[in-house]
Each structure stands twice: as C-alpha cells, then as structure tokens.
C-alpha cells in the first residue's frame, strides 16, 4: 500500500493541473460573460470551483498526514482520480481556444468570429457544465472528508454555524409574513443540542458511508434511531453542521431543520412541521440566483395573500414546501425527535406526511429524521438496510465515555465533588455505554454526610441536569413563577420502568401511575387541610361569605402548593383506587376554604360553596352518593344561584341528574333552570328525562325554547316545540320574541321552524311597536332578502307601522334596494308617512340613496311632500350634503 506523502502528492498533482485548466476556462469565459446567460453562469461556476480547488491544493500542502490517514488519503485519491477525465475533457477545450488565438491580422480576426460564436453551440456548452459540475462535486466531498478527519475541527465550525442559523432567522421575508405563519423557532433546539455535544464526538456518523451517500445521492432518505437517552438529538445537530458547511462549499442549496418536542405543544404537530420548513426555505439566498430567490420569495407572500386571516390547511402547506424544495438543486431537511409527537394525537399525520414527501421521488431533496425505534416509526418509514443507522454501537458508545471523561475533568459544577470523584480510566468501560444511562458510582451518595450535601435547588440541577430543570411561568397578570418539571419523559419512563427493578440501590424508586395517584392525594388533601386551619385562623371574626378573592389569594403566598392542590387533587381521586371517597366528603364538608380555593380554580363552572354541588360539578359520583345518604344534605338547596341538578345538567352528567330526580329533586327548582341548561346546550336527552319527570316546559323566568333559539340547538327546538312549547311566549327572563331572536341570529332553519310550530309573523314585542321584520333587516349574517321572504310567506304584516308611525319600507329605504323592491311588490305603501310626516322617499334622501330614490319615484312617490320640519326630499338631501342626489330630484 502507498504512503500517505505519495498518495498527497499524486492527489496535489492532479488538483494542480485542474486549477491551471480551470483558470484558463475561467479568463475565457470573461469576455464571453455577457453575452449569453449559459456562459455567465458557467464563467460564475468556472470561478467556484477554482476557489474550491485551490482550497483543496492548500490543505493538501499545509497538512502533516500521519500513517493512520492513509484510508481517508485513499477515498480521497479515488474521488480526485474521478475528476482526471473531466478534467482532460477541460483541458482540451481550453486547448482548442487557446489555438485559435495566433498572430496576425486575420488570424486575430478569425478567433474573433470564433470566441463569437463557438460557446453558443449548445452541446458544448452543455458539456462543459456537466464536466464542471462533476468536478465540482468530487473536490467539495473531498474537502469535507479533510474536515471530517479532524474530528476537533467538528466543534470549530460554531461561529460558521451560528451565522448562518442567523441566515435563517433574518431572512428576507416580511414581518408581517413572519408574525402571519407563526412558525416554531427550530434553531432554539438546535442550539441546546449542539451546547451539549462534546468535541471530537460524531465524527463516525460524518465520515460513515450511509451518511455521505445520503448526502450525495438525489432523494435520499435516512433514519437514525435509538432508545431515550442515547444522543440522538445530538448526533442530529451534528448533523445539521455538517450540511450547513456543505452549503458553504455549494451553489443553490436549502436546508431546514425541525425539533419535535414533547414539552413544547407548539412543536409537535404537522402544521408546526411544515410551517418552520417553509419559512426557513422561503428565506435562503442563492448566490447568481436571483430568479429563484425572488420566487421563494412571491411564493410565501401569494401564500400570506391567500391566508392572512387564517392558518393554511396543511395540503396548501405541503404543495407549498415541494415547491420551494425544487427551486433549489438540492434541499436538505433534518427532522429530530419525530417520537416526541404525541402518538395519539398528532403523530399519525406527520408520519403521512413524511411518506407523501418520499413518494414524491424528488431527486432534489435529501431528508433526515431521528427518532426511538418505535414500531408505527419503523412501519410507516419502512427504511431500508442502507436507509438507516442504530446509533446503539460501539462508536456512540466511545462518544458516550469520552463525554463523561471530559465532564468530570472540565465541569466547573463538580469540583465540589474533587475529594471523592473518581477516575473513569479507572471504571469499567462497559458500563460506559449507551447500554448504561444510569451509572452505579462505588459508594453512592450519603445525603446527611456534611462534606455532600446540596444545599439548594441549583445543586440539585448541577447534580443530575438530565433529570429535572427549571423554567419561568406566568400567567395573565402575574409575576413570574419559577417552576421544576422533568427534563425528559425518558426520566419517568425509566422510573416506571421494570428496568430500574433490576438495580438493587435504586429499585426503591420504582413508581406505579396507581401508587402515584393515590400518594399525590394525600399529599393534596394535606396542604389542603393545613390552609384551612391557617385560613380560619386569619379569618377570625369574618364570617366565611365575607371571605373574598383577595384573601385566598394571600393565603395562597403562604402555601406556595395550595394551588397546586386545589387544582389536582380531583384528577389524582380518580385515578387512584386507593383513597375512600369518605375522606373527600369529610373535607368538603369540613373544610370550607378548602371548597373555595378549590372552587375558586375552575372558572367558568357555575356552582355554590356546597360540597354537594361541588362534588357533583367533578363527577365524583362516589362521593355524591355519601353525602345524599347524610340527613343534612337539602338535595334542592340554591347556593350561588344554581341547584345540584342543575348543575348535573351543565356537566352533561346523565347518571348524576337521574340519581337526583330519583331522590325527588325538584326538577323545576329554581325556576327551571334545569331543562333551560339543558336546552340551551342542546342535550335532548338530557331534556326528555327532565320533560319526562315533570318540567315544567314555559317556565315563567325564560324558556326553554328562547333558550334553545338563542344557540341554534334545531333537534333541542324540535322536541320542545313537540312537547307543547308555546312559540309566541314572551316571559319576564326573554328579551324580545323567539322568531325575532332567531331572525337576528341569521338562523334561517331554526326561524322556518318556529313559524311551521305557529310563530306569529305579526307578533309585537317590546316598547317600539316593531314586529320580525324588521329584525329581518339585521341578521348577523347576510341574506336578510330571505328572512323578508319567509315572513311574507308567512303573513307578515307589509305596511305594519311601529310606534313612531314607521313601516319596514322606512328601515329598508336606507340601505336595502332589493328589499325596498320586494316589499314594493307585496303591497308596501309608499305614502304613509311616520309622526314627523316622513315618508320611505324622505328616508333614502335623508342617506343619499340615490338608487332607492328612483326606485320609489318610479313607484309614485310625492318629490314635492313636506315633513313637519318643512324639509322636501330634496331639501333633506341636500342637507345631507348628497349633491348628486340633489341634481337628480330638481330635474325630476
């Protein structure tokens, strides 16, 4: 086998050689350079690759190789021996340019005519680009193979890094276009990871061969996967590196990266996939390639134009992306953690989405995605054998061992720990592996020893940064709260693993989702207990009703998990077994500012500070059932302007509504608000049970039918009508007549329904004197030509006048001409005039109606009739300062 000083000099040879063709292709080309956009853009590539080249040669001569490059001397032998006949084919093009420039005059013009017009054959110059381009391709692999090599150097590309990740925030894409997507901030993740990435690990995914023929190949598709814990994320950054300084060596190449994450929901589902995908290849420039940038560009602003008030559908995202991916030669995605999107929720459609893009075949994208090797992972990806890397092997492991070796050696945060570390050449090497997350240490740790223990809460994060950190979290108005969560759900899958069983010292902390439960209950039920002891004390001398918002909320200062305990001590009660729901009924009943802080974290929710109520609000059926059976439960007591039926209603608890009524509940306690609940959210089982036990149907505080009219519940109306709802009722609770209600609503179906069930189109409600017409006029919704129709067909009252004497025809004249001419053809009559003599015609000039005008004119309106206030029609719009309109009835 060759040495390593031979083989760099045969490789230098040829790349000298290259350079010296290349240049001379390159000062030809320059005074061709304007005269055709195919030799432009070969003179620009010409220029590309003599840069890339005489990098290559530099290193090539600067770089002390040892015996152990001789493999990595060798690839790259064979890729620069690849280039020698592209190279010849250069050679002799420039060969037969450089004879045709000879001396004399009319040879000079001879290779004038010639440099004229030879580039312009096209198979030439199509030649000429394919040999550049191969040569191109061969020069920047063997650069990177030289980078690669130095596995240091890996970690020395930061700031290159950074930079262009900054590239990626601060495109040229618009603000409004950015704050419009909203699209996740994937560098974010990618920054964390590549924190935590130890120098001189990787390299063996770079330099792999899976790795570079998916970097070469055209629609390559590549899975890394491996167990929780094992670096995946890490070896994806590294990854992402590596691309972006093949970006450096390249022309017209994307890259876009995303990170699920299962503590940020924002980053977890298709949208948040394809929107960050999108914006960071809608933001890269491509050098000389100024068309396809301002196309990247139009393509998200179209796409902004389209849906500036709404979120695309994630088809529309998707044909965007594809399309963004082939105005590129080659684009790269990297997508990490895909198993960190939930499996129940979202999961399932981002794997569709990763099998639509591979089914594309597009020879321009290059796709990358880690995950755990799960089994819908696999079957969906379905990679191949040359499509995918275990990082569970030897090399991670030796990365995972020179990681610990580095940290005990260089971690400022374990100093304290000086006295007692131990040298890991000194451990087991096998137990240094991505087998082995969890390291057994000699001697474990003795809390109570002086010399060890930690003495706050950032010690505790120095100690076992993998497993717990801590984040700021505030809600609306409040200040900050600094808060401890789990680092990764890996940590309590382990915990609940039979893994850590297997672990004698460590067994002990094996959980069960049972035993957490119930232990999290009792802790809840604790806390609770101890803040109503201090809360009573605090409060001595007030009685409990006086007790506001303000002072639970001091005392909530004082028990910094009363909140925490009030919110989720009922979540725990369900799903422990354990707890007897006789400790939930001694403190709701015994506990009362226990009730109200726990109350006082469920907005929204309508009940009293009645433990009955409140139990019946969470479901606890259990516990309902206890405090029935006690004699000082009142089943039909109001507290806070509810009943407990009523409140079964709103939480559309069936078993519970019928156990009331079982127990002779009053079903129309506190005015029938029970069946109102139920209507107004349209549970129509809910409302036969109540009819069927005696509710009462047209309750004289609000019906039930107003109630259902007003959330457009049709089936809920249906069965109400049938029951024998009166449709004309107008009681004290209503405000306005049902049909006119649901005119107003815009809700067509429901208004043919109330008038099929006897709806009076006629009736009069209110203190104005108007009937449903004129509600038909302003609906919500458009379409009041279709209302006005209906309740014609249904006898409405045309020339119906209201208490200042107006009819319909007056509202509509104002701004409704096809209504004015409907009314017009059912018999309105266009004189009568309201309290101030004002007719329809008065109306429209009054607004400058001019179309309306006409039409009234042409009906026989009187242009010369006076109001009480001596105003004309002319007069009134003139006054209105409508000068058109004012021509227009002087010349009539």
């Given amino acids: 086998m060759s040495d390593p000083f031979s083989i760099a000099s045969g490789v230098a040879g040829i790349v000298s050689l290259g350079l010296e063709i290349v240049k001379g292709l390159y000062v030809y080309c320059s005074t061709l350079k304007d005269q055709s956009s195919d030799i432009a853009r070969i003179h620009n590539n010409l220029s590309h690759l003599h840069h890339l080249l005489e990098n290559l040669r530099r290193q090539l001569d600067v770089r002390k190789f040892r015996s152990d490059d001789i493999i990595i001397l060798a690839c790259i032998e064979g890729r620069i021996f690849q280039c020698k006949e592209c190279i010849e084919e250069l050679k002799k093009v420039a060969d037969k340019f450089e004879r045709s420039q000879v001396d004399g005059l009319r040879a000079a013009l001879k290779a004038k005519v010639q440099q004229a017009t030879y580039p312009f054959q096209h198979g030439m110059l199509q030649k000429l680009e394919q040999n550049v381009d191969s040569i191109f391709q061969q020069v920047v692999f063997s650069l990177q193979l030289l980078q690669n090599e130095d596995t240091s150097s890996i970690r020395n590309h930061v700031e290159d890094t950074k930079y262009l990740l900054e590239l990626h925030r601060s495109s040229n894409v618009s603000q409004d276009t950015v704050k ?198 696999r079957d969906t990806l379905d990679p191949s054998r040359d499509e995918s890397i275990a990082v569970r092997n030897e090399a991670s492991n030796k990365d995972i061992a020179l990681y610990i070796t580095q940290g005990l050696r260089d971690k400022p945060q374990l100093r304290k720990w000086k006295g007692i570390r131990h040298d890991s050449k000194d451990a087991d090497s096998d137990h240094v592996g991505s087998d082995d997350l969890f390291l057994d240490g000699h001697r474990p740790l003795a809390v109570f020893r002086g010399n060890r223990m930690l003495h706050d809460a950032d010690a505790v994060l120095e100690v076992c940064p993998g497993f717990i950190e801590h984040y700021g979290f505030r809600e609306a108005n409040e200040e900050e709260t600094l808060c401890v969560r789990i680092a990764h759900f890996s940590v309590q899958e382990y915990l609940k693993s039979n893994r850590i069983k297997k672990r004698e010292n460590v067994a002990q902390y094996h959980i069960q989702a049972k035993d957490i439960n119930t232990q999290a209950a009792r802790i809840c039920f604790a806390i609770l207990d101890k803040f ?74 309508r009940f009293g500070y009645n433990p009955l109520q409140f139990a019946t609000h969470l479901g606890l059926s259990s516990v309902v059932s206890i405090l029935l059976d006690e004699s000082n439960t009142e089943i039909n007591e109001i507290a806070g302007g509810t009943t407990a039926l009523i409140v079964a209603v709103n939480a559309s608890n069936m078993q519970l509504a019928r156990c009331f009524l079982d127990r002779d509940a009053d079903v129309n306690g506190y005015d029938g608000g029970a069946l109102k609940a139920a209507a107004k959210t349209g549970q129509v089982e809910m409302a036969k049970l109540l009819l069927d036990h005696g509710a009462e149907i047209n309750a004289r505080e609000g019906s039930a039918l107003y109630a259902a009219a007003v959330m457009g519940h049709l089936e809920m109306a249906k069965l109400l009508l049938e029951r024998g709802a009166e449709v004309n009722a107008s009681t004290a609770g209503d405000r306005g007549a049902i049909l006119e209600l649901a005119i107003y609503r815009g809700n067509l179906e429901m208004a043919k329904l109330l008038l099929e069930g006897g709806a009076d189109a006629n009736l009069v409600v209110g203190d104005r004197g108007r009937t449903a017409l004129w509600a038909a006029l302003k609906p919500v919704t458009a379409g009041e030509l279709e209302f006005v129709r209906l309740l014609l067909e249904y006898g409405a009252e045309v020339n119906h006048c209201n208490d200042l004497g107006e009819t319909v025809l007056h509202e509509a004249a104002i701004n409704h001409e096809d209504t004015v001419r409907l009314l017009l053809e059912h018999g309105a009559d266009i004189h009568i005039a309201d309290i101030y003599d004002k007719t329809a015609l008065h109306r429209a000039a009054e607004f400058g109606n001019e179309k309306v005008a006409v039409l009234l004119l042409k009906e026989g309106a009187d242009p010369n009739a006076v109001d009480k206030f001596g105003n004309t029609a002319v007069s009134s719009a003139a006054k209105s300062d409508c000068k058109d309109l004012v021509t227009f009835l002087s010349n009539f």
Avoid at 339 to 351: G, W
Avoid at 546 to 567: G, H, I, L, T
């Fill in 180 to 377: 419009w997507l909203n699209a996740p901030d994937a560098t974010i993740n990618f920054n964390i990871a590549y924190e935590k990435s130890q120098t001189g690990t990787g390299a063996w995914l770079i330099n792999g061969q899976s790795f570079n023929t998916w970097l070469q190949q055209g629609s390559s598709f590549l899975w890394l996967y491996g167990f929780a814990g094992c670096g995946k994320s890490i070896l994806c950054s590294t990854a992402i590196q590596q691309v972006f300084q093949h970006q450096k060596f390249s022309q017209d190449i994307g890259v876009a990266i995303f990170y699920f994450a299962f503590d940020d929901t924002s980053k977890q589902d298709v949208s948040a996939l394809l929107r960050a995908l999108i914006l960071q290849l809608s933001g890269e420039q491509s050098n000389n390639k100024q068309q396809s940038n301002d196309f990247r560009s139009s393509l998200l602003s179209r796409l902004y134009d389209s849906y500036r008030n709404s979120t695309p559908r994630n088809q529309v995202l998707l044909d965007c992306l594809r399309r963004l991916c082939r105005s590129f030669k080659h684009t790269y995605i990297m997508i990490d953690a895909l198993y960190e999107s939930p499996r129940d929720k979202h999961r399932q459609d981002v794997l569709d989405v990763l099998t639509t893009m591979r089914g594309w075949g597009e020879p321009t994208i290059h796709l990358l995605v880690t995950s755990r090797d799960e089994v819908d992972i």
């Fill in 532 to 605: 109503d002891e201090s809360a009573a004390l605090q409060a001595q001398g007030f009685p409990f009703h006086m007790v506001d918002y303000s002072f639970v909320s001091r005392m909530k200062s004082m028990f910094p998990w009363a909140r925490y305990a009030a919110s989720f001590w009922p979540d725990h009660f369900r799903e422990s077994k354990e707890i007897p729901p006789e400790a939930v009924r001694a403190m709701l009943r015994f506990r009362p500012y226990a009730l109200r802080i726990s109350a006082f974290h469920r907005p929204g929710a």
